[in-house]
């Protein structure tokens, strides 16, 4: 089945170890999103990317990246993780960006900082 | 800025029984969507039901359907027939295009946790 995988679903790190998540999807769509949900909170968008175009959001730490080597996969890293990073990390993908455009989900990386 | 809000953090209802989440939102935008999905424990987010804001009647899939009310910004989702497998959070989203940018913002509520009682 066409889907959206992210690995691993649980990881943990230390406080200021840099970290990888990764995302890769089957659906050949064109728009990659990370979004950040913490306990309770609604998921907020980090950063996007069109094809190759990467789009970060106004609010997005500095301490956020993202890669996109190629259309499958898509990646999040955290250089500097502080205790306030801990929370799920979603990775989404939509065939394109118009206005009605459904976004497939990941099931999600959980993030612990130690 | 658009804001989505869910007043109901938490809801239950009894199995084959009806339930009603509700949702607003705030927008001065006309051309808009909006969007109920479901997040099962423990497994990724899926769409349940969308509504293009221009359309004035109201979105069904199956047992899902919503009341959209544009005028008093309100977009509620009722499940009819509730089955175990309903249980999840529910998010509504609301997306439109960014003020003065040409890409698209999805705007998420904090979410309704759905309880189904067998």
């Excluded at chain 2, 939102?25 to 509504?51: A, G, H």
């Amino acid at each position: 089945d066409a889907m959206v995988i992210q690995n691993p679903r649980y990881q943990v790190t230390q406080f200021g170890k840099p970290v990888t998540l990764s995302c890769s999807q089957t659906l050949n769509h064109n728009v990659m999103y990370w979004y950040q949900q913490k306990s309770s909170q609604a998921p907020k968008l980090l950063f996007h990317y069109y094809d190759k175009d990467f789009n970060n959001e106004a609010d997005t730490p500095d301490n956020f990246q993202s890669r996109r080597p190629n259309t499958s996969f898509c990646f999040l890293d955290i250089r500097s993780p502080g205790l306030g990073d801990a929370a799920m990390y979603l990775c989404a993908t939509s065939r394109d960006v118009g206005l009605g455009e459904t976004q497939y989900f990941g099931p999600g990386t959980r993030l612990l900082v130690l | 800025a658009q804001t989505v809000t869910q007043s109901q953090p938490e809801m239950s209802v009894q199995e084959a029984e009806t339930v009603t989440l509700s949702c607003t939102y705030d927008t001065s935008e006309s051309d808009y969507y909006l969007f109920w999905y479901k997040q099962p424990p423990s497994r990724q987010m899926i769409l349940v039901i969308r509504q293009e804001a221009y359309k004035q009647q109201n979105a069904t899939e199956n047992r899902f359907s919503v009341n959209f009310q544009k005028a008093a910004k309100s977009f509620s989702l009722k499940i009819s027939d509730s089955q175990l497998g309903d249980a999840a959070m529910y998010f509504c989203a609301y997306r439109s295009r960014i003020s003065g940018a040409g890409s698209y913002q999805l705007t998420f509520g904090k979410g309704t946790k759905l309880s189904v009682i067998p």
